[in-house]
Nanobody, 117 residues
Framework: QVQLVESGGGSVQAGGSLRLSCAAS??????ISWFRQAPGKERAFVAA????????TYTNSVLGRFTISRDNVKNTVYLQMNNLKPEDTAVYSC????????????WGQGTQVTVSS
C-alpha cells in the first residue's frame, strides 16, 4: 500500500505562486504525478516525475510555469506553481504507480487551488 497526503493549496491572485506538497509513505513507487480537476471538467494530467527525479513531464499549459521536484529524505514531491492563472483553479491531487505500465493506482485526497483575476 501507498499513502499520499497533499498540502499547500490555497487562494492567490493571478500572477502569484503556490507550492503543493505530496508526502508519500508505504511501498516504493516508481513514478508520481499531479493531476487536477476543475469544476465541471474531467480530471487532467499536470506533471509527473520518476521517483528518482528523472524524466519530468508536463502538460503544455503549465510548461515554464510549474516545476515538479522531490525530496528523497522527506519522501515528498512538490509542485511549484508560478505565474498562476484563473484557469489553474482546480482540486490538485497527487497519484503514484508501482511500475511504468501500471495505472495510477494510488491517490491522495486532493487540495484546492483557487486563482482569482
Amino acid at each position: 500500500q501507498v499513502q499520499l497526503v497533499e498540502s499547500g493549496g490555497g487562494s492567490v491572485q493571478a500572477g502569484g505562486s503556490l507550492r503543493l506538497s505530496c508526502a508519500a509513505s508505504g511501498r516504493t513507487i516508481s513514478r508520481i504525478s499531479w493531476f487536477r480537476q476543475a469544476p465541471g471538467k474531467e480530471r487532467a494530467f499536470v506533471a509527473a516525475t520518476n521517483w528518482d527525479g528523472s524524466r519530468p513531464t508536463y502538460t503544455n499549459s503549465v510548461l515554464g510555469r510549474f516545476t515538479i521536484s522531490r525530496d528523497n529524505v522527506k519522501n515528498t514531491v512538490y509542485l511549484q506553481m508560478n505565474n498562476l492563472k484563473p484557469e489553474d483553479t482546480a482540486v490538485y491531487s497527487c497519484a503514484a504507480k508501482m511500475g511504468e505500465r501500471d495505472p495510477w493506482g494510488y491517490w491522495g485526497q486532493g487540495t484546492q487551488v483557487t486563482v482569482s483575476s
